[in-house]
């Protein structure tokens, strides 16, 4: 198993630009979910979902968009980037919506200029 | 919300030393996680327990709910050791809210 992967490992983008951050996973994990991790602070919930066609807000939801078509990938969206959405991004999966061993991909560091 | 604490934040030690890291949370949680992180790497999962104490190799983790706290131990620590290590905890109602993360402890192993 390939566990979770993430595209493209680095980004830069310029104030505006729109891109997709890709995420699957191979192990038929019903949860995903995106994170930030910036400087000095914990990981930060960005959106999640318990299943395909389910996805739900999270702490900092904020400029960012998903969808779960299948439940293999997880696509997290960036609409209009902007300097403070520079940030490392991890996504996760996990069997399900319980309290689950998490699987993280390697992570997406993206700058925005 | 649940407020999780680390400590210490940064943590030098010398080769086989004997190290502990602490973690304590404000509210009851279903689960708690003990994650480790390479510079510039992906986040890998060591522990998730919810009562007592789990050991794999040379890293124990332990948890006391009445207290609210949990301590990672590294016995006969190695450079190799060197990571950060993240503690997070899940929500009572389970995980449809995600985790909450503590900010990290810096761990470094001199040789």
């Known amino acids: 198993n390939a566990g979770v992967t993430q595209t493209p490992k680095f980004q830069v983008l310029k104030t505006g630009q729109s891109m997709t951050l890709q995420c699957a996973q191979d192990m038929n994990h019903e949860y995903m979910s995106w994170y930030r991790q910036d400087p000095g602070m914990g990981l930060r919930l960005i959106h999640y979902?318990?299943?395909?066609?389910?996805?739900d807000q999270g702490e900092v939801p904020n400029g960012y968009n998903v969808s779960r078509s299948t439940t293999e990938d997880f696509p997290l969206r960036l609409l209009s980037a902007a300097p403070s959405q520079t940030s490392v991004y991890f996504c996760?999966?996990?069997?399900?919506?319980?309290?689950?061993?998490?699987?993280f991909g390697p992570g997406t560091r993206l700058t925005v200029t | 919300k649940n407020e999780v604490e680390q400590s210490p934040q940064n943590l030098t030690a010398q080769e086989g030393e004997f190290i502990t890291i602490n973690c304590s949370y404000s509210?009851?949680?279903?689960?708690l996680h003990w994650l480790q992180q390479h510079p510039g790497g992906g986040i890998v999962s060591l522990f998730m327990l919810s009562s007592g104490k789990k050991k794999h190799g040379r890293l124990i983790a332990t948890i006391n709910i009445q207290e609210k706290h949990s301590s990672l131990h590294i016995t006969a620590s190695h450079p190799r050791d060197s990571a950060v290590y993240i503690c997070?905890?899940?929500?009572?109602?389970?995980?449809?809210?995600?985790?909450?993360f503590g900010k990290g402890t810096h761990l470094i192993i001199q040789p």
């Open positions: 997070a905890v899940s929500s009572p109602g389970g995980g449809a809210d995600g985790l909450t």
């Open positions: 979902s318990v299943g395909a066609g389910i996805t």
């Open positions: 509210v009851g949680i279903s689960a």
């Open positions: 996760a999966s996990s069997w399900d919506r319980g309290p689950r061993e998490q699987y």
